[in-house]
């Protein structure tokens, strides 16, 4: 069974920690991602990654950075955890190629920032 | 700017009859658009997906439809069952953005015995 699994299930931070979100894909997949969910937004787009090593701003990346040192793994850290980040993390992996290619996520974290 | 809209936050429908789900878009460049189905504490997982050369697909029970026009899609669940109760995402991408995926707020769908 393919699975993307997330490092934590629920999360609770103080202010100004850096948190690390870890995220691992055993499909082989190219493809990863990290979004954010929050009520009346939907997904947001954080950051991604199309191969080991590289890494790609998406629609929120402010606050945020990415590690990609292997191929099924993709870590989200945050260098210092503020409030208006609780939220839901979610990551995803797919294959390259076209827009009809399904994007396959984890169960999520339950980030708190207290 | 969210480029992709789904303006009803929340459907009731009572089991058996049509769930009808709508979806609008802003960028013309959206060449696939794409269903996402998520329960509470899980990961949204796909559901069905359509290219924007055609104006239907079908999968069992679920059935999308695009109107390319009014930058409209909609997804179609008949008969609706207890089990479709969940959190639906529209979703959109284009070649000229990687395929990178814009999501909709989500519609809540509670399906009623």
């Known amino acids: 069974d393919v699975k993307v699994t997330q490092s934590s299930r629920y999360l609770v931070k103080r202010t100004g920690e850096k948190v690390f979100l870890e995220c691992v894909q055993d499909m082989d997949h190219e493809n990863m991602f990290w979004y954010r969910q929050d009520p009346g937004l939907g997904l947001r787009l954080i950051y991604f990654?199309?191969?080991?090593?590289?890494?790609e701003k998406g629609d929120i990346p402010e606050g945020y950075s990415v590690s990609r040192e292997k191929k099924e793994r993709f870590s989200l850290i945050l260098e210092s955890a503020s409030t208006n980040q609780t939220s839901m993390y979610l990551c995803?992996?797919?294959?390259?190629?076209?827009?009809?290619?399904?994007?396959?996520f984890g169960p999520g974290t339950r980030l708190t920032v207290l | 700017d969210q480029q992709v809209k789904q303006n009803s936050p929340s459907l009731s429908v009572q089991e058996g009859r049509i769930s009808i789900l709508n979806c609008d878009y802003t960028n013309s460049m959206f060449d696939y658009f794409l269903w996402y189905k998520k329960y509470p504490a899980e990961g949204p997982t796909f559901l069905i997906s359509i290219s924007s050369i055609k104006d239907k697909n079908e999968d069992g029970r679920f059935t999308v439809f695009l109107n390319k026009s009014a930058k409209h899609l909609s997804l179609h669940i008949v008969p609706s069952q207890p089990g479709d109760s969940a959190v639906y995402f529209c979703?959109?991408?284009?070649?000229?953005?990687?395929?990178?995926?814009?999501f909709g707020a989500g519609t809540t769908v509670t399906v009623r015995a």
């Open positions: 979703a959109a991408s284009a070649y000229s953005n990687d395929y990178k995926l814009s």
């Open positions: 990654s199309y191969d080991v090593k590289m890494k």
């Open positions: 995803a992996s797919s294959l390259p190629g076209t827009g009809g290619n399904e994007q396959f």
